[in-house]
Nanobody, 115 residues
């Protein structure tokens, strides 16, 4: 398996979750990684990613609430999600930040924000 996301679940509005994604060494070491999500009936979108120089970028909808980080020794990228809202409900995936280098998406991890 090239990409394995985990950590999703059911959380109340205002709550927090931390997602993890382990990538194969070849993918992690050669690419900047990002977190994507796909809500029902909507296209997949990039919510957070590493860009050139190690900087990060975030979708406007998650700025100030989500934080992406990585552990190179573990080939793992994380997404800390705080102040969750019902509109954050989606299947979350990690992949390369560069669409031309996308690996197989895998199953992702479901995040449901509901009271």
């Amino acid at each position: 398996v090239q990409l394995q996301a985990s950590g999703g679940g059911l959380v109340q509005p205002g709550g927090s979750l931390r997602l993890s994604c382990t990538a194969s060494r070849g993918i992690f070491s050669n690419n900047a990684m990002g977190w994507y999500r796909q809500a029902p009936g909507k296209p997949r979108e990039l919510v957070a990613g590493f860009i050139r120089g190690g900087r990060t970028n975030y979708a406007d909808s998650v700025k100030g609430r989500f934080t992406i980080s990585r552990d190179a020794a573990r080939n793992t990228v994380y997404l800390q999600m705080n102040s969750l809202k019902p509109e954050d409900t989606a299947v979350y995936y990690c992949n390369t930040e560069d669409p031309t280098a996308w690996a197989d998406w895998g199953q992702g991890t479901l995040v449901t924000v509901s009271s």
